[in-house]
């Protein structure tokens, strides 16, 4: 009886129990379910920095190459393509008349010899042909002065005589008619008399025709023969003198460049290949490499005279001015104080592999200093502008997003982000013309708060979607 009294109580305490626990697991289940929907992460930042106003120096940092301001390019003199049998070493310093370079000069020595045996050829027909100038120019005047004078004396005399013996013949015909008239001699003789006169009358006509025909005619006829070889002469004498001429300077040329094979040292001082020059994309100077006339072989720099070129990209290039202070470091020197001395008004040629960026030569003349060297690096702060009291964020607090500038500002209501208007500041700052104020704290870790609550420019712009999205849900 007692037994069962207590296994009456025992089940009902057991049902109890096992709801008990059901209900509290329930519930803290529940609560967890909740807890882990409600609860947001916690986000720690370590470091901030304080809004402020500073002195900031605006400057432009690039890499820039040592060269020279005046170069002494030793440039080929020799024509067409010459083969390098020997160059002097990059960097090399030599004294005045050292070898420093030589051209393979076997093909000049062909020409050499060929070209003396033409010079020589053609000077023999030009010495020909000037004789046989001379040797006309003297027939000219033999025939003027001496055969035409003697053959016109000569036929005057004889043209003389015959007018005095036809004036004879008249008389002996006279004399000889008369004779007849008184029976001394015959009509026969008279007759012959006559005869004579009539032959020596024709022999004057013919004489005077003759004389009238050297006169007019033949001296013309003759004039022209002579001096039509002359001029012949003279153009065959003037043809060849000048192919000897011609050939004479091609071998004289010829001569004169294979002096130029041989390149020696115009001073003492450094010796550099054009392609360690800044800029320089001349081929490489190097034994068994092929150059050509006017073609840089070597530059000799002056190392009293030295400056810097850098390339400055587009974007920069119109902050740059000449006149602009420079600091200068060079690698084992303390920095340099400079100034810009010159800035290209034309883009520099593209390079390969540079892509679109069109970069400006920009020249900074250095002072006077000792053991510098051409092609050596040289670090470039170009000093743009100085402000005294600008409002500055550190560029680690921001971030661009969709080509605007944010930040996240700590405020007594947690961490808001703003959106900024800036402009270029140096290195690590930027400054600031609106969204933060003197004193404010910004978050220097800024990537860990992307979802940080919008100032109320950003909000006014999302009210508007979230409540369509409402008033969709309604509908």
């Known amino acids: 009886m007692a037994g069962s009294n207590k296994s009456r109580f025992v089940k009902p305490l057991l049902f109890l ?40 120096t ?12 005046e170069n002494n390019e030793i440039i080929c003199q020799v024509r067409g393509a010459n083969i390098i049998t020997s160059v002097v070493g990059n960097g090399t310093y030599v004294k005045k008349g050292d070898v420093l370079l030589t051209l393979d000069s076997l093909f000049i020595d ?19 042909w000037r004789t046989t100038v001379k040797s006309r120019e003297l027939a000219v005047a033999e025939y003027l002065e001496g055969r035409y004078v003697t053959e016109l004396l000569q036929k005057e005399l004889e043209l003389i005589v ?22 001394y001699v015959s009509a026969d003789e008279v007759d012959l008399w006559r005869r004579r006169i009539d032959i020596h009358k024709v022999d004057l006509d013919v004489m005077s025709n003759d004389l009238s025909i050297l006169k007019e005619h033949t001296k013309k006829s003759e004039m022209a023969r002579l001096e039509g070889e002359l001029k012949v002469a003279k ?10 001429e011609a050939d004479a300077s091609r ?44 073609q840089v072989l070597l530059l000799m720099p002056n ?37 810009v001395s010159e800035v290209a008004d034309i883009a520099r040629p593209p390079i390969i592999g540079s892509g679109d960026v069109v970069r400006y030569d920009v020249i900074v003349a250095l002072p006077t200093l000792k053991n510098l060297k051409p092609g050596t690096s040289a670090k470039i702060e170009i000093m743009i502008n100085h402000v005294d009291e600008v409002l500055t964020v550190p560029l680690a607090a921001t971030i661009e997003i969709e080509d605007n500038i944010y930040c996240w500002v700590e405020t007594a209501m947690g961490v808001e982000q703003r959106l900024l208007k800036t402009k270029p500041g ?8 609106s969204g933060v104020r003197l004193g404010e704290k910004v978050i220097m870790n800024p990537l860990i708060y992307t979802e940080a609550p919008k100032v109320e420019s950003e909000i006014e712009e999302k009210e508007p979607s979230e409540t369509s999205v409402l008033g969709m849900a309604g509908a």
Request: with cysteine; net charge negative; aromatic share 6%.
């Open 251 to 294: 071998r004289d040329r010829a001569l004169e460049e294979k002096e130029f094979c041989t390149v020696l040292a115009p001073r003492d001082g450094l010796v550099i290949h054009p392609r360690a020059a800044s800029w320089k994309w001349a081929p490489d100077i190097v034994e068994g490499g092929t150059v050509y006339k006017e």
């Open 426 to 433: 140096d290195d690590v700052s930027l400054i600031v013309e």
């Open 235 to 244: 153009a065959q004498f003037e043809a060849s003198d000048e192919r000897a």
């Open 58 to 69: 605006l400057s432009l940092k690039d890499q820039g190459t040592l060269e020279s301001t």
């Open 17 to 56: 129990l096992v709801i008990g626990g059901l209900g509290f697991g329930i519930y803290q289940g529940v609560g967890l379910a909740l807890n882990s929907q409600s609860a947001v992460p916690e986000r720690k930042h370590s470091l901030t920095h304080i809004v402020q106003r500073r002195p900031l």
């Open 110 to 128: 062909e020409q050499i010899s060929e070209r003396s045996k033409y010079a020589h050829w053609s000077r023999s027909g030009a010495e020909h």
């Open 303 to 339: 190392l009293a005279k030295m400056q810097v070129k850098l390339g400055v990209v587009e974007a920069m290039i119109k902050n740059i001015n000449v006149g602009m202070g420079v600091i200068v470091t060079l690698p084992g020197r303390t920095p340099i104080e400079a100034e």
């Open 162 to 183: 015959k007018e005095s013996d036809l004036l004879a013949f008249n008389e002996f015909l006279t004399f000889n008619v008369r004779q007849f008239e008184k029976g």
